[in-house]
């Protein structure tokens, strides 16, 4: 739709997935709310894609919530945008980051999570909660050596990266990433490499789980997730835990990706009402 600059309106800052830029899922995501009359922006997260800085494909907790302040600091800049009406979606990821920037930041009205993960619950946790605190340290024993590794050949290892194609044997939830991220598929794009400096998965060790999301209230959160996500409980604990206005919305038929990028299956119209409604 075409913008009225000379009236103010509402806007929302898109996080990607962690690991994704911001030519994918939110260049879905900020086209379509656009056409819905929001002022709409995604971001590269910090020192990744084409945001930048030194070193390069680091992964933080704080850097990356604090990428969703700066983007409603800069349109707060925009004097067609309204600054007590900006919200944030979350994509995968990003979710878990949204959620932990609205934890401190009150200029951001309402929160929504598409397909969330909790990147820093699931690192010091394990998948589904399982490692125990033996593993924990142990991984933190090696990940003390790479940093003296890294120290030693003047720059960051990385964990590994997407592969050019797809091999075969994978684990479902590995063969679902691939599907859309290595070349020749749905989603790939070259900025987005899948991989970070190994040493700095220990600030997400280090910060664990949402902690806060009873500060979010009074202030809205959408939860959307697929019937078939294999993330889907990271929604349900957000749902659980968050004591403010609350809705979790289960599409059915979807699976984690497809809340990427499937125009026919993410629900735009809900994202549309959320935001109308919580953006007056």
Not at 1 to 9: I, Y
Not at 54 to 77: N, Y
């Amino acid at each position: 739709m075409d913008l009225d600059e000379s009236a103010r309106h509402p806007a929302v800052v898109i996080g990607p997935p962690h690991g994704g830029v911001k030519e994918q899922a939110p260049g879905v995501y900020g086209q379509e709310l656009a056409k819905r009359g929001f002022v709409a922006i995604g971001f590269d997260p910090s020192y990744n894609g084409e945001s930048g800085g030194e070193p390069r494909h680091i992964t933080s907790p704080e850097l990356f919530a604090e990428d969703f302040s700066a983007g409603v600091d800069f349109l707060g800049t925009l004097p067609y945008v309204d600054r007590e009406r900006i919200g944030v979606v979350g994509v995968c990821g990003s979710g878990g980051f949204a959620l932990s920037a609205a934890q401190v930041d009150t200029r951001i009205k309402a929160v929504a999570t598409s397909a969330m993960y909790d990147i820093s619950r699931i690192a010091r946790n394990g998948w589904q909660d399982t490692t125990s605190d033996d593993e924990r340290r142990k991984a933190l024993d090696e990940i003390a050596a790479q940093r003296w590794k890294d120290v030693d050949a003047g720059e960051p290892a990385l964990t590994p990266t997407f592969p050019s194609e797809i091999p075969d044997g994978l684990d479902p939830i590995t063969s679902e990433f691939f599907e859309y991220y290595v070349p020749t598929s749905r989603g790939h794009h070259p900025r987005s490499i899948g991989g970070f400096a190994v040493t700095s998965t220990l600030s997400h060790i280090n910060f664990g789980p949402l902690r806060h999301l009873p500060d979010i209230a009074p202030r809205p959160i959408l939860l959307i997730t697929g019937e078939h996500a294999h993330s889907r409980y990271f929604s349900d604990t957000v749902h659980g835990q968050a004591t403010g206005p609350k809705e979790l919305v289960v599409v059915p038929g979807a699976r984690h990706i497809d809340l990427y990028d499937r125009t026919d299956l993410i629900p735009f119209g809900k994202l549309e009402t959320f935001f109308s409604t919580h953006l007056k």
